[in-house]
């Protein structure tokens, strides 16, 4: 099993572009979230999913779109890439819920220029 | 208001100390679950430990122990006699009643020296 796959695994934006990071994992979880780290912040949740078609904000989710059309995929949008938005992003899953262990894609560092 | 704190930002240590590594936690759920993961060099995240609040018994695996004290609203993590593999940054972090949140602490820079 690949578990949690996170593409790609660098990107340089402009301001002003956007983009889709993209999650995807085979073990069959219903839960699923994105969270970003900066240094000296941990990690901040955006989004997540505790299901296919159900999705809700997270701690810091402006700027940022999801959807979930399917249990194995959970893609993180950017509509209007901002230096703000510069990070390292990491997608994460569990069977039900954010109180089990989550398993981790393994980054994507997101440069805004 | 979730809240958790890592007061410790950075601990350099020398190989074969004991380290312990805090965690300080705010809710007012009577409910909720506390973890422990690791984040070493390679930047992956991995996870060590998770406990309910329900189950305050102390918990040992090989050299990492964990002390869980509800009165102090803490869950420490000990590494006894440390090793440069443990060189990473450690989370805690806490989950509420059944919300899809799971909150992170700051992180804790360890940096065991050779």
């Known amino acids: 099993n690949a578990g949690v796959t996170q593409t790609p695994k660098f990107q340089v934006l402009k301001t002003g572009q956007s983009m889709t990071l993209q999650c995807a994992q085979d073990?069959?979880?219903?839960?699923m979230s994105w969270y970003r780290q900066d240094p000296g912040m941990g990690l901040r949740l955006i989004h997540y999913?505790?299901?296919?078609?159900?999705?809700d904000q997270g701690e810091v989710p402006n700027g940022y779109n999801v959807s979930r059309s399917t249990t194995e995929d959970f893609p993180l949008r950017l509509l209007s890439a901002a230096p703000s938005q510069t990070s390292v992003y990491f997608c994460?899953?569990?069977?039900?819920?954010?109180?089990?262990?989550?398993?981790f894609g393994s980054g994507t560092q997101l440069s805004v220029l | 208001a979730q809240k958790v704190t890592q007061a410790q930002t950075e601990i350099s240590v020398v190989e074969k100390e004991d380290v312990t590594l805090d965690c300080v936690y705010e809710?007012?759920?009577?409910?909720?679950?506390l973890f422990w993961y690791k984040q070493p060099p390679s930047g992956e995240l991995v996870f060590l430990i998770r406990r309910n609040s329900f189950d305050e018994q102390n918990e040992i695996s090989g050299r990492y122990s964990w002390n869980f004290q509800k009165s102090t609203s803490s869950f420490n993590f000990t590494i006894t006699a440390s090793q440069v593999v443990d060189s990473a940054v450690y989370f805690c972090a806490l989950n509420t009643g059944n919300t899809g949140k799971l909150i992170f602490g700051q992180g804790t820079t360890l940096q065991v020296k050779p």
């Open positions: 999913s505790v299901g296919a078609g159900i999705t």
């Open positions: 073990m069959n979880h219903e839960y």
């Open positions: 809710t007012r759920d009577t409910t909720y679950y």
């Open positions: 994460a899953s569990s069977f039900t819920g954010a109180a089990e262990k989550l398993f």
